[in-house]
């Protein structure tokens, strides 16, 4: 596992000392969702974020991203004896995400271009029951739209490996933004 953090990282840090072909500014929605159980309760996430890209060559580029992310929820926490009626709690938490994706492109010539990537991601608990902070490998991808030639319409998602110690750090995420290269 140490081994592949050296190879991601070294990889990473490496291609933008590589010669520079375009740079690109991605601000998105980080994973907005809502989802609701009779067991559970309701609960919504929802954040933003900014991503800077470097593309090495055509097809191989890193990126580095920076979410906020909010969670919102109301839970059923008991039901007091003698009443029907339970007991609501209600949390919230705010997290912040921070990515560093080494990617390659499939198509980057083509009106849609896939990618697909591999990282470390690191997340930090604001606030919010079980604080804390993890370092996590991901893989990612996704696909950008082009609309014009510098603007891009794109959509990404990202797979955490192993278990999540952190309650508010999802193993999967989705986010969708505009992005702009130069």
Partial sequence: ??????????????????AQTKNEVFAFFDDPSAAS???????????YGLALRHFSSPRVSTEFS???HYQYGVYFA??????SEP????FRARVVP??????????????????????????????????????RFELAGGVA???????????DGKRLLGG???TYDPSSRGALGFSWRF
């Fill in 1 to 18: 596992m140490k081994r592949l953090l050296v190879v991601v990282v070294t990889f990473s840090l490496a291609a933008p000392l590589a």
């Fill in 37 to 47: 159980t009779e067991t559970q309760g309701t609960k919504f996430t929802t954040g």
């Fill in 66 to 68: 920076i979410a906020r």
């Fill in 78 to 83: 008991s039901i007091a004896p003698g009443s």
């Fill in 87 to 90: 007991t609501l709690g209600q």
């Fill in 98 to 135: 921070v990515d560093l994706i080494s990617s390659y492109h499939f198509a980057p010539d083509s009106f849609v271009q896939p990618y697909l990537g591999a990282g470390v991601h690191h997340v930090f608990t604001l606030d919010g029951p079980g604080l804390g902070t993890q370092t």
């Fill in 145 to 155: 739209f082009r609309v014009t030639d510098h603007f891009f319409i794109r959509a």
């Fill in 164 to 166: 999540s110690a952190l």
